[in-house]
């Protein structure tokens, strides 16, 4: 219980379309325009608005190659470790400026770091580990404090609202998604970004990598099965609410609300090492989040009703050992 794909995908369409050679006899070019202008109309946006990358670290690197500079990336602790290591390998001692108790974004509290007078400025909506969204206000507000606004909604599709809509009324706007996560294309990555036309320019000018063709041809794969996938998030979605309702029934783990595939519980009994080392004796694996300001907290990713359950007797066991 501690992956972040959704674990009802990838479609079977994707197998399928693997495995037949005629999709590798296209031309990698043409199978990559053709997925942008499928994307494109999807979500009403001009080709020239959207590019794609090996994975959200490609698009992520380029951006960071593009517009970043020695003290201008602010990212949001507590959240995704790997984004500031991806930072600190590309030689950039990025800003961070601390969320408030609650994990949002509290622009106005005393205390907090200045912003850069160019700042690139990479947030993740819904966050990882706390599945924290960010508001359309605290965006508008953000990005006015910023050179470019990088939203990375790699976990979004399981109930934040998109913030998408933005970047056709702001042009320093750049929204992220990928295929890694809700279509289950872990091992064929894909990501997508929105922007302004320039943007978009200038984010291909500083990508190192191609996109694989397999994954452009699994990305078609699942477009062409959007019904499945999206009866596939549904179903993680209700799970999700099961899990949150169970672990508030059983008052050790602390459900905090959360619009990912995943809930942060703070533990009430025990601790991080023996509940997780229990855990993992009785074949259930959870995250353990690194950051400092989230010690004594667990992960916990909504997979299926029998590992909910299973979770469940395992909680109601450790019990009077905590």
């Known amino acids: 219980m501690d992956q972040l794909a959704n674990p009802y995908a990838p479609s079977l369409r994707v197998l399928e379309a693997l495995s037949s050679e005629g999709h590798f006899r296209r031309p990698a070019q043409t199978v990559a325009g053709g997925l942008i202008e499928r994307i494109a109309d999807r979500e009403g946006f001009a080709p020239d608005w959207i590019t794609i990358g090996s994975g959200i670290d490609d698009l992520l690197v380029a951006l960071v190659r593009g517009y970043g500079r020695s003290d201008n990336v602010v990212l949001f602790p507590p959240t995704d470790m790997h984004t500031q290591t991806l930072?600190?390998?590309l030689g950039?001692?990025?800003?961070?400026?601390?969320?408030?108790?609650?994990?949002?974004?509290?622009?106005?509290?005393?205390?907090?770091?200045?912003?850069p007078p160019?700042?690139?400025s990479i947030v993740q909506h819904p966050n990882d580990p706390t599945g924290t969204p960010i508001t359309v206000q605290d965006a508008v507000r953000l990005?006015?404090?910023?050179?470019?606004?990088?939203?990375?909604?790699?976990?979004?599709?399981?109930g934040a609202r998109s913030l998408l809509p933005l970047v056709r009324e702001f042009d320093r706007i750049i929204v992220l998604r990928t295929f890694e996560t809700w279509a289950g294309l872990t091992s064929l990555p894909l990501a997508v970004a929105?922007?302004?036309?320039?943007?978009?320019?200038?984010?291909?000018?500083e990508q190192l990598l191609a996109v694989p063709t397999a994954s452009l041809i699994a990305a078609h794969a699942t477009l062409d099965d959007m019904?499945?996938?999206?009866?596939?998030?549904?179903r993680v979605k209700?799970?999700?609410a099961r899990l949150y309702r169970m672990l508030r029934k059983l008052n050790m783990l602390r459900p905090l609300p959360s619009w990912a595939n995943f809930v942060l519980t703070q533990i009430e009994r025990g601790d991080t090492v023996t509940i997780r080392a229990e855990l993992l004796e009785r074949g259930i694996v959870v995250h353990a989040p690194t950051h400092p300001e989230l010690d004594g907290t667990l992960r916990i990713s909504a997979t299926s009703h029998e590992a909910t359950a299973a979770l469940r007797s395992a909680l109601i066991e450790l019990a009077p050992m905590l």
């Open 238 to 240: 209700d799970e999700k």
């Open 87 to 89: 930072v600190g390998r």
């Open 194 to 205: 929105f922007g302004a036309p320039d943007a978009i320019a200038r984010i291909r000018a």
């Open 143 to 158: 990005v006015r404090r910023s050179r470019l606004l990088v939203i990375d909604e790699r976990h979004g599709g399981y």
């Open 227 to 234: 019904r499945v996938i999206e009866s596939g998030l549904m």
């Open 92 to 115: 950039f001692d990025p800003v961070l400026v601390p969320r408030s108790s609650q994990f949002t974004l509290d622009l106005d509290r005393p205390g907090l770091p200045p912003f």
């Open 118 to 120: 160019v700042a690139l």
